[in-house]
C-alpha cells in the first residue's frame, strides 16, 4: 500500500510531463519525490514496481513458499499440493498432508501411533473365533472383533512351553500360526521348525522344515545357510493348502503330501492390484505378520506395520479395510494394549 501511494501521484506528475508543450527538465524541486518513489522499490513506470515486490514476482499466484496459507495448502505452505507434509499441530485433510503419517480426528497432524506388532493370527471355524497371539500371550476375539477370551500366558500351554517357547527367556515369541480347520489342529512356526498342536494347543508332532517338501523346494531354496523361517502362515481348508509368506512373496503347499503346489519362485502378493495395495500399506519388503483364511465368509485377512487387510475369495479388497489395529476394539483392548 506504500508503494502504491508514493507511486501513483509520481505516475501521474511523469504523465503530466511528457505531454507538456515545455521540453525542459523538470524543476529540481521535482527530484526529491521522483527519488524517493524509486528507492522505495518502484521502478520508472511506478506499476511495475508494485509487480515485482512484496510477492517475490510472483504477481500474487499462490505458492508453497509465500508464507501464506493458500492453493491447495492445508495449512501455511505445506500438505494438500504441496510436497512439504505438515508438522504436528499443523492443520490437515487427509494422513497423507502429515509429516507423521497421522491426520487425527480434529482434522490436525498428530504423532503416529505406535504400531500393534502381532505374531500369530488364525481363525478358528469350530469356535468360531480369532485365535491372536502377541507379546508372549493368546488372545480370543470373537467373529465381530471383540474381545472374548483375555491374555494366556504361552508358557502355561504345555504344547507351547514344550515346543516353540522351549529355551526362550521373556516373553515367547513366534514367527508365525496357522490352524487347520478340517483337521483342528494349529501349525506354529518359529525358526526353521513346525509344531502341530490339537485343538486345546497340546503337543501332537513336530517337524524341521527339511521334512516338509514344499518348504524345501519352495521358501527355503531361496535363503541361505539353512536357517530357513517364514513370516507368516494360513491354512485354506477348502482347496487343502497350506500357504505361507517370505517377504512379499507366497507359496501354496498342498495339504495332503506337503509338496509344494505352485510356482516354484512363489507368488508375488503385488500379482494383483488389491495385493499391491496391502505391500504399499506394508512399507519396505511388505514383511507380513500374520494373514488367515476364514472359511466361514471365504475372505483371507493379512496383519502387519499395524494394520489389517481383507481380500475376498476374489482377491478384491473388502472396503472399509486397513485399519489400525488399534482402532479394532479386541485388538485394542488385548493384544495391542
Known sequence: MIKELIAAPFAAALLYACSSDDAAS??????????????????????????????????????CTDGAKNGGETDV???????????????????????SGTCGATKTCVAAPALCKIDGFTWVAAQNKYLVIAKGKAWWLDGSNALVGAGIDLYTLPGLANGPCAGQVGACRIDAMAYRNDGNQVYIFRGSHVW????????????????????????????L??????DSASYN????????????TFWDIQGTTFQLAGPVAGTPLTSTVDGTAICTGLGAGCVLDDF??????????????????????????????????TDIPGFAQGPCQ
Open 292 to 325: 488367515a483364511w476364514r472359511v466361514d465368509t471365504k475372505s483371507s485377512e493379512f496383519i502387519g506395520n499395524g494394520r489389517r487387510w481383507v481380500l475376498d475369495a476374489n482377491l478384491k479388497l473388502v472396503a472399509g479395510t486397513g485399519n489400525l489395529l
Open 26 to 63: 523538470p524543476p529540481a524541486a521535482d527530484a526529491g519525490p521522483r527519488d524517493a518513489a524509486i528507492g522505495d522499490g518502484a521502478t520508472t513506470d511506478g506499476a511495475t514496481g508494485d509487480a515485482s515486490g512484496g510477492d517475490g514476482g510472483t504477481s500474487g499466484v499462490p505458492t
Open 225 to 230: 545357510g539353512g536357517a530357513c523361517r517364514i
Open 196 to 223: 502341530v498342536l490339537n485343538e486345546n494347543i497340546a503337543p501332537v508332532s513336530d517337524f524341521e522344515f527339511t521334512q516338509i517338501p514344499g518348504l524345501v523346494n519352495g521358501p527355503c531354496a531361496a535363503q
Open 237 to 248: 481348508s477348502d482347496a487343502n493348502l497350506l500357504q505361507v509368506t517370505v517377504g512379499g
Open 77 to 99: 505452505d505445506c500438505g494438500g499440493t504441496c510436497a512439504v507434509r505438515c508438522a504436528i499441530g499443523k492443520a490437515c485433510a487427509v494422513s497423507a498432508d502429515c509429516a
